[in-house]
């Protein structure tokens, strides 16, 4: 396996979701340095963002992901904005994509409808993710529907380059995420539970909620019509996605979990036990973590010497192609 990158934005608290579908699984697949992981806090700048709390999320999750598993020693561990060569490489990338392509991302139409004042920073945001997987020569890039545009125009803008200026990048391919938990919005069942939702949003759990606003989340959620307790998706949404944290909680199968339960209530006290079984370590170890920034400053240092060490010879090679003279 090569050099992977995994990064989570910091547009929110992260929430159960990003634990259970992602966090957790990338604990299992440190491999040394070439195991990238961090905080993209430039990716958080392209919506109305407020600094302070950019800046305070970033560190959370920064001490969250060390909480969940990630080990300093056995990954690179960094903070996207401290390690200039993301922006350096971004600005070649620019003057590789074209405007036309950037304008059909359809994230960018989404999210663009939606504000009364569009940044330049959403619609250049795909090209730093570009930048981001280019940059570390990473070969295989786990993405979800929602990315795969994105991931599109990376490898476009890789064989551009690669054609027009000679061969730089390693061309990128999307690969099927591992399978972790998709975890639905407990108010909304239908909706997948979101980091950037309203803070005060009853549906979604926060890594560092306090135990008992965990269990009263958990006994709110919406339920489905009937009784029993049966794992269908389709027909039973609420039902199916408590049964579905349990079993990702618990390393078990949603349907086996349902065989033990004879009632919503009984459903609601079992998922609120497995969900504080998991997250009462996890904020205990975010609490030692946190209390020394010491301790996290030295990890990012770290993590950001590394990390411009793997990209800065992707970065020499593309700086000299496309014609800037070396320093
Ligand atoms: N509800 C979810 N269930 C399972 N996996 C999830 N992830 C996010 N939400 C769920 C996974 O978490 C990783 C990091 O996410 P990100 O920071 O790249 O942002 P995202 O994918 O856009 O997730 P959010 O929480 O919904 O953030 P916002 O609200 O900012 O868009 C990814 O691997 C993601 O799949």
Same mark, same amino acid.
């Given at each position: 396996m090569g050099t992977t990158l995994s990064l989570v934005v910091p547009s929110g608290p992260l929430t159960l979701g990003n634990l259970l579908g992602a966090i957790r699984n990338w604990s299992g697949e440190q491999?040394?340095?070439? #195991?990238l992981y961090g905080v993209a806090d430039l990716h958080a700048l392209t919506l109305e963002h407020d600094p302070a709390a950019v800046r305070r999320l970033t560190m959370e999750q920064v001490a969250l992901l060390i909480a969940a598993g990630l080990d300093p020693d056995r990954c690179t561990i960094f903070v996207q904005s401290q390690v200039p060569l993301h922006c350096e490489l971004h600005w070649l990338l620019e003057a590789t994509a074209y405007d036309g392509e950037l304008r059909r991302m359809i994230q960018f139409k989404e999210k663009s409808a939606k504000q009364a004042s569009v940044r330049s920073a959403l619609l250049a945001y795909p090209v730093l993710m570009a930048a981001d997987i280019l940059l570390y020569g990473v070969d295989a890039v786990p993405v979800g529907e929602d990315q795969r545009q994105h991931l599109e125009l990376a490898r476009d803008l890789a064989i551009r380059f690669n054609s027009r200026y000679g061969e #730089?990048?390693?061309?990128p391919r999307a690969v099927t995420p591992a399978v972790g938990a998709r975890v639905m919005d *407990?108010?909304?069942?239908?909706t997948k539970m979101s980091?950037? +939702? +309203? *803070?005060?949003?009853?549906?979604v759990i926060r890594l560092l909620d306090p135990p008992d606003v965990v269990r009263r989340k958990i006994t709110r959620a919406t339920t489905d019509n009937g009784t029993d307790v049966v794992y269908?998706?389709? #027909?039973k949404p609420g039902v199916s996605n408590l049964l579905s944290i349990i079993a990702a909680c618990t390393d078990t199968r949603p349907e086996e979990i349902a065989t033990g339960i004879g009632s919503y209530r009984q459903l609601k006290e079992c998922c609120a036990d497995a969900v504080l079984s998991v997250l009462t370590p996890l904020r205990q170890r975010y609490a030692t973590i946190a209390a020394d920034p010491g301790y996290l400053a030295g990890v990012l240092r770290h993590g950001a010497e590394l990390a411009a060490s793997l990209g800065s010879p992707t970065l020499a090679r593309a700086k000299a192609a496309i014609g800037l003279v070396p320093a």
């Open positions: 491999r040394g340095p070439e #195991t #730089t990048f390693v061309v *407990l108010q909304d069942p239908e980091k950037s +939702a +309203a *803070l005060a949003a009853p549906g269908d998706p389709a #027909t």
